[in-house]
Structures are given as structure tokens and as C-alpha cells.
């Protein structure tokens, strides 16, 4: 008889201070089979970890390895604990799906059919600087914020208008103008959209569009609530995602 297979969570361990773990994060690592971590979770984490007696195997990538060959093996090993019916929490520094590899462990889960959760976590984007108290935005300073990576070449940052990722705040009444602007400046009529309404809450919905299209929709289906936007090609792969928590 075939164990009935494990669940995978996919968790932010937030930039470093236990204490700015979620409770969810918490949760699922409470209930956690085996805590598979990268290396930018924090020292004080990992003591934190041993201290409760959990099965942590470090899965890490030094600057030297090859981030593809490594991948490889984290998937082998997520796969492998699953099979066995065990809950699996995949451990990663600050947010799974900003700046990490958060979302080419989704598709492989899903590729496998293994179920799988991702829990949010604090990103160093806005974790690090907020407890430096440095701030980043403010009305009469800045209304917007890069975020780049340096590995890239510094000419490349100026094409995140028409090529990026675009993630627009209290923008639900004025999608309509924003999104003829951003035509009008060279982005695709058909460049994906996510408006996601009432985040994490649980009347929380996701409605999947393009730019040319998107305000219409917003209108037909009466969206009012609080909305984040997300413009570009990465939009996709959520919506493929997506369909796994639906089913």
C-alpha cells in the first residue's frame, strides 16, 4: 500500500530575526516532518530550529556552485520527503517569491502533482531598511520604488517600465489611465495583469487580465476592495499556479 503523499510549504523565514517569523511560518514549522533552509535564514533561526529538535538539512548555495545543479537536488529532495508522506517545509530567506527561487520550486511541485502551500514571509526589500529606520517612500519624497537586482547591468534597470515587473499600489480607480499610459510608452497591449483584491484575507480574490483589457473587467466584476496590481510576463506563471490551489 502507497503512503499518501506529503505536503510541501513554501516559507519566508524573513530577513533574519526569529521574532519577525509569521505565525503562520511558525505554524508550519511546528507541524514540519523535516525544514529543508537555505543559507540567508538567520543563525538565530537555525539555533531556534535545533532548539526545537526539528530534522533541518542545510540546502544552501555557495557563490561557486551552479545555482541550476543545486536546484536539482533541492527538488529531489522536497519530491523525495513528499512521496514518503511527510510535511516538508522549504525554508527561505525573506519571501519565497521575491528575489529567490520560490517559484521554480512552485512549478516543480506542480509539474509533480505534489501539493504545496506558499507562506509569505518579511522580504529584506522592506524588512531590512524599516528596521534601520530608513524609510522609502513618503508623500512629498518619493512615491516609487526600484527594486533591482546587482547582479544585472545598471542600463537594465531603466527598461523595468516596458519590460519589468510592475507592482502598483492603491492604483484600483486610476487602472484605466495607468494602463493607456504604459501602451502609449511602448509596453504590450497583451503584457499580462493580476489585480489581486482583499490580499491574504479570506474574501481574497485574484482576476487575471492584460492591459488592455483589465479595467473593463474590473468593472464587470465589481471589484471595490483593497487591490494590488501586477503588470508583466511573470503574471502567467501565477495564473498557471494558481490553477493547483483551485484544484
Not at 496590481?229 to 494558481?242: A, C, H, K, S
Request: hydrophobic share 40%; proline share 4%.
Amino acid at each position: 500500500m502507497s503512503l499518501k503523499k506529503g505536503k510541501v510549504y513554501l516559507v519566508g523565514a524573513g530577513p533574519g530575526d526569529p521574532e519577525l517569523l509569521t505565525l503562520k511560518a511558525l505554524r508550519a514549522i511546528e507541524q514540519a516532518d523535516v525544514i529543508l533552509y537555505d543559507k540567508l535564514v538567520g543563525d538565530r533561526i537555525i539555533s531556534f530550529l535545533k532548539e526545537m529538535g526539528k530534522n533541518i538539512i542545510y540546502v544552501g548555495k555557495d557563490s561557486r556552485e551552479s545555482g541550476g545543479k543545486k536546484q536539482k537536488e533541492i527538488n529531489r529532495l522536497m519530491k523525495k520527503f513528499a512521496l514518503q508522506g511527510k510535511k516538508v517545509v522549504r525554508l527561505k530567506g525573506g519571501d519565497p517569491f521575491v528575489f529567490g527561487r520560490g517559484s521554480i520550486e512552485a512549478r516543480f511541485l506542480k509539474d509533480e502533482g505534489i501539493e504545496f502551500e506558499v507562506i509569505p514571509g518579511v522580504s529584506s526589500v522592506s524588512g531590512v531598511p524599516t528596521h534601520a529606520c530608513v524609510p522609502l517612500t513618503h508623500p512629498d519624497f518619493s512615491t516609487a520604488l526600484l527594486v533591482v537586482s546587482g547582479r544585472e547591468e545598471v542600463k537594465k534597470w531603466s527598461e523595468v517600465l516596458l519590460e519589468g515587473t510592475i507592482v502598483i499600489l492603491m492604483g484600483r480607480d486610476k487602472i484605466g489611465d495607468i494602463s493607456e499610459e504604459l501602451i502609449k510608452l511602448g509596453r504590450d497591449p497583451e503584457t499580462p495583469v493580476a489585480v489581486i483584491e482583499n490580499g491574504t484575507l479570506e474574501s481574497e480574490r485574484t482576476i487575471f487580465s492584460n492591459l488592455s483589457d483589465v479595467s473593463d473587467l474590473l468593472k464587470k466584476n465589481n471589484v471595490n476592495g483593497p487591490a494590488i496590481i501586477v503588470v508583466g510576463d511573470i503574471v502567467t506563471m501565477g495564473e498557471e499556479l494558481r490553477e493547483t490551489k483551485k484544484g
